[in-house]
Nanobody, 127 residues
Framework: VQLVESGGGTVQAGGALRLSCTAS????????IAWFRRAPGKEREGVGC????????RYLDSVKGRLTISRDNAKSTMYLQMHSVKPEDAATYYC?????????????????????WGQGIQVTVST
């Protein structure tokens, strides 16, 4: 199982940025990809998730309306589209998944559930 993030970098506050997470090495049908982030000095927090099969999404309340998660199953790639970026969005972003247990949207932000993680990608917000 491999997850590879791409698309990070520096974005101006108020701007937009799209992160990608390409998955390989497993069947996705019953699972999901979640995005987490960790800013310096802060706890890791779930940003959102999307199920592979139905495209059901969940989001952290503070990012609703600004961040959108989508998927392209043909490419095994999930996207995190960020709009109206704020300084507090600056962090290292990780995509994650698990292939051993049925996914539950009710606990999507429980980072301990996820077995596989990408290497992380940095998002810097300039003001």
């Amino acid at each position: 199982v491999q997850l590879v993030e791409s698309g990070g970098g520096t974005v101006q506050a108020g701007g937009a940025l799209r992160l990608s997470c390409t998955a390989s090495g497993f069947r996705c049908d019953d699972s999901a990809i979640a995005w987490f982030r960790r800013a310096p000095g802060k706890e890791r927090e779930g940003v959102g998730c999307i199920t592979f099969k139905d495209g059901i999404t969940r989001y952290l309340d503070s990012v609703k309306g600004r961040l959108t998660i989508s998927r392209d199953n043909a490419k095994s790639t999930m996207y995190l589209q960020m709009h109206s970026v704020k300084p507090e969005d600056a962090a290292t972003y990780y995509c994650s998944t698990d292939v051993y247990r049925p996914f539950s949207t009710s606990s999507w932000d429980n980072w301990g559930w996820y077995t596989y993680w990408g290497q992380g990608i940095q998002v810097t917000v300039s003001t």
